[in-house]
């Protein structure tokens, strides 16, 4: 997975909605911290006759609650559509470890290469409190799935 851009945004109405090419939008929360991930096909970097589908996703992170938290690390699960399993966990996001104060939110962009056209991602940020506390919050599972590809997920 590589990054390709990251934005902050104070305000949080004043972020843009991004959808992915079917408008596709995948949301969780765990206590007072929201995650949208908006997937989008990127056919243009792809190579599915050498076995290469490349997704991008828009992660936006809000914070609706009263705490300053900041994100230290992050896990994810791929899957394919063989069912293969491949866990990926990492400091921080593109880089960067962000805080994010009562009503902040952070945007950044990255990618997952399959080698299949289908498959699927989850996972979890671990943040932690001013106070020290340590808790995880849920990346909803979403999709990468071409139209026409025969899902063969569980």
Not at 7 to 13: G, R, V
Not at 106 to 111: D, K, P
Request: with cysteine; aromatic share 8%; charged share 25%.
């Amino acid at each position: 997975m590589r990054s390709i851009r990251r934005e902050t945004s104070p305000p949080m109405q004043r972020m843009r909605r991004r959808r992915g090419q079917d408008g596709a939008a995948y949301e969780a929360r765990t206590r007072d911290i929201v995650v949208r991930v908006f997937p989008i096909y990127a056919a243009e970097e792809s190579s599915p006759e050498q076995g290469l589908y490349l997704w991008s996703y828009t992660v936006e992170i809000e914070n609706h609650g009263v705490e300053t938290v900041t994100l230290v690390s992050r896990r994810w699960t791929i899957v394919d559509a063989f069912n293969r399993v491949n866990d990926v966990e990492g400091s921080g996001v593109v880089g960067e470890q962000p805080e994010l104060k009562p009503r902040e939110a952070f945007r950044y962009v990255s990618n997952c290469p399959l080698p299949t056209p289908s498959g699927a991602m989850k996972g979890s940020y671990a943040m932690v409190t001013d106070e020290g506390e340590l808790f995880d919050v849920e990346i909803p599972e979403f999709s990468l799935h071409l139209p026409g590809a025969a899902a063969k997920l569980n």
